[in-house]
Structures are given as C-alpha cells and as structure tokens.
C-alpha cells in the first residue's frame, strides 16, 4: 500500500508538472472572483424581490444565518445599492456575471482538455455559447447547495407553517443536506469532465475523480469556514483587514485545483487499467 502511494504521488507529481493544471486553476480564479461581486449583487437584487418579508426581511434572515465573520464583510452601502437597483443596472450586472464566469469555466474548460490530453478546434462563438451555459448550469448547482447547507432548517419550517404534504421529504433533504450536496456536485463535476474534458470517456469512468474533487470541496470549505470561526483575520498584524480577502483568494484557487484534481485522478485510473490490461497474456487464437 506504501509502495502504490509513494508512485501514484510521483505519478500525480509528473502529471502537474506535465498539464500545468494549477496554471489554469490560477487563470479560472481570477475570473472566477471578479464574477463574484457581480453573483452577489444579481443574488440580492432577486431574492429580495421575491422573498415575503420583503427586503429588511431578506437581509435579516441573512445575517442570522450567515457566520458573523463573512455578514460583517459585508457593505452597507454595497447592499443598499443591489436591493434599489432598477432594470437597467440589472441587466448589466447579469451580461458582467455571465461573461466574468464563464471565462473562468472556460479556463477550466482548457485545464480539463490539457488534463485529458483531448484538444479540438472549436468555434469561437460556439465555444462562448457552451462556457455561458456550463456556467449556468454550475451556479445552478452551487446556489442549491448553498440552500440545503445554509436554509435547510428554514426551509423546513416553511413547509412546516404551510402544512405542505412534502414535509417529510423536505426534513430528509434538511437533513441530509450535507449528502445530497456532495452527491450534486459529484454529478456536476462528472459531467463538466465528460463535456469539457474526456467525452470519449464512458460517464462512469468520471464519476471517482468527480467524488474525489467533490469531497475535497466540502473538506476544504469546511476548514476554512472553522479557520474563519476561530480566528479573526484583521487581528493579523502582516495583512491587517486585508486578511479575509487573501483568505477568499487562496479558498477559490483551492477549489479551482481540486476541482481539476480530480481529473487528474481519472487518468490515473485509466492509465492503470490500460497497464494491467495490457500486463495480461492474450488469448492463443484458435484455428
């Protein structure tokens, strides 16, 4: 067992060295943190609206739920300006979002093919078109785990105030909020390798280094939400108020790199069992 990690370790090692995957975790980050502002301030103009206590409503539920470390980074001036927002500024907000964003999926999208080794040719407007929707689909799928993970209680109680007939699935999911997010991701992630990477690869065969990539996001944030916690960044003397934003940049460019990771890790499976395929005696042909 020693023996098989000490060479999947140098083997991983070669890989890095060969990809250059965290290059491209470091490209998708920039992008990914300049769509953040945008994310945030398109997240509060709609949810306000639609939430029934209205906006003070909103923005209380957020603070109780939100740790105090992360609801006291956040501007007064910033929230008030996304929740009176009109048309116009939205509009604009969403084009900044989805074109921030999905450069950055569209530099995970070149880390993926350099991981697997599958470069094409592609239209450039084509190329675009796919990167805005992968987009989509992945804040889709982070804002769902966001919701089971932060307001699964609260989504409890208000099927529990309307007597809806679905509360008892709605307890399970609140439950197993933690389950449900890994196994979404994992989905989410399996399928960004199969488009974006190894779409010769049968499905499955994306599926371990999607768990693998899958659970390092949720170890890693929940380090970094107990380091957050713990500690308070401003109280460092080297950083100063700086420290939370520097704390946010080494968390996204983390995720990025488990995020490519695990395509790293699927190769190595795949490679492996190619190897022990090949290590077999062949069958003699029979006349």
Not at 45 to 55: D, I, N
Request: glycine share 6%.
């Amino acid at each position: 067992m020693k023996a098989f990690l000490k060479k999947a370790m140098g083997y991983l090692e070669a890989r890095r060295k060969k990809s250059r995957w965290n290059v491209y975790a470091s490209h998708a980050s920039f992008y990914v943190l300049v769509s953040a502002i945008p994310l945030m301030m398109l997240t509060l103009m709609v949810v306000a609206r639609l939430f029934p206590g209205g906006t003070d409503g909103f923005l209380a539920m957020v603070r109780e739920h939100l740790p105090a470390q992360i609801a006291d980074y956040m501007p007064q001036d910033f929230v008030n300006n996304a929740l009176s927002a009109n048309f116009p500024l939205i509009s604009i907000t969403v084009l900044a979002m989805l074109w921030s964003a999905s450069k950055g999926i569209r530099a995970v999208g070149e880390g993926l093919a350099s991981v697997y080794g599958s470069y094409e040719e592609t239209n450039a407007i084509k190329n675009y078109i796919a990167s805005v929707l992968y987009t989509v689909i992945f804040l889709l799928a982070v804002l769902v785990a966001l919701v089971l993970l932060v307001f699964g209680d609260t989504i409890v109680n208000a099927f529990r105030f309307f007597k809806s007939k679905y509360l008892d699935l709605s307890i399970v999911i609140a439950r197993c909020g933690k389950l449900f997010s890994f196994l979404l991701f994992a989905l989410v992630f399996a399928a960004m390798y199969k488009a974006m990477g190894g779409k010769r690869i049968p499905f499955k065969k994306h599926l371990p280094g999607a768990a693998v990539a899958s659970a390092g996001w949720m170890l890693y944030s929940c380090l970094m939400s107990l380091y957050l916690s713990w500690f308070n960044p401003e109280k460092y003397l080297l950083y100063g108020s700086l420290g939370a934003l520097l704390l946010l940049l080494l968390w996204v460019h983390s995720c990025m790199s488990i995020l490519l990771f695990g395509a790293e890790v699927n190769v190595f499976f795949l490679n492996r069992m190619f190897l022990v395929r090949s290590s077999l005696p062949k069958k003699r042909e029979t006349k």
